[in-house]
């Protein structure tokens, strides 16, 4: 296996289980299910397996499944959900959305070149969710780094998948980023 060596550096992470669910009930589902979940909307929170939940309003909720175990949470999440008389309504996501995963150390310069919102570090914190436009699409970007290992979670719609990537690896290429393998 290759080591990577540039600072910055792009993962696609569009193969992944993802999954959402949306009702007045989901938030108990999924607490019952064992996730723990942001307060408030637009913020996300990492798992103890490593998934993450980002809460997109005050009841629909993004799942993004962990490296850990590629997924299988998650997957397994979507597999069993069955409506019940609680609304709490499944929303796939693998079909309707592309992720990628950016990281380095000026990742909030790369995106200042996509979108018109402030991402550095002060203006969006670690835990943060933005709905917003990046590339002229419409987008989740949600900070899931720190201070010494920044990183953007980037969600939007899967048909734009090859036009979204080329950009942000044009926007990289200031930085010597560079599309990474996957482990």
């Not at 929170?45 to 309003?57: E, I, N, T």
């Not at 962990?66 to 796939?92: F, K, M, T, V």
């Amino acid at each position: 296996m290759t080591r990577l060596t540039a600072e910055h550096f792009v993962l696609d992470l569009t193969d992944r289980p993802r999954v959402g669910f949306r009702g007045a009930a989901s938030a108990d589902h999924l607490r019952a299910r064992g996730f723990e979940l942001p307060g408030s909307p637009n913020q996300a929170l990492r798992q103890a397996d490593g998934s993450l939940v980002a809460r997109l309003s005050q009841a629909e909720y993004f799942l993004l499944g962990s490296a850990a175990d590629d997924g299988q949470r998650l997957a397994d999440e979507e597999a069993r959900w069955e409506l019940d008389h609680q609304p709490n309504y499944l929303l796939p996501r693998h079909d309707s959305h592309a992720w990628l995963q950016l990281h380095g150390p000026r990742i909030s310069e790369v995106m200042a070149k996509l979108c018109g919102v402030d991402l550095r570090a002060q203006a969006f914190p670690p835990g943060q969710v933005a709905q917003t436009q990046v590339a002229r699409l419409s987008a989740i970007v949600i900070n899931t780094g720190s201070a010494s290992a920044p990183c953007f979670e980037l969600l939007f719609d899967r048909c734009s998948h090859a036009y979204f990537l080329g950009v942000v690896l044009d926007a990289l290429g200031e930085f010597g980023g560079v599309l990474a393998p996957l482990a």
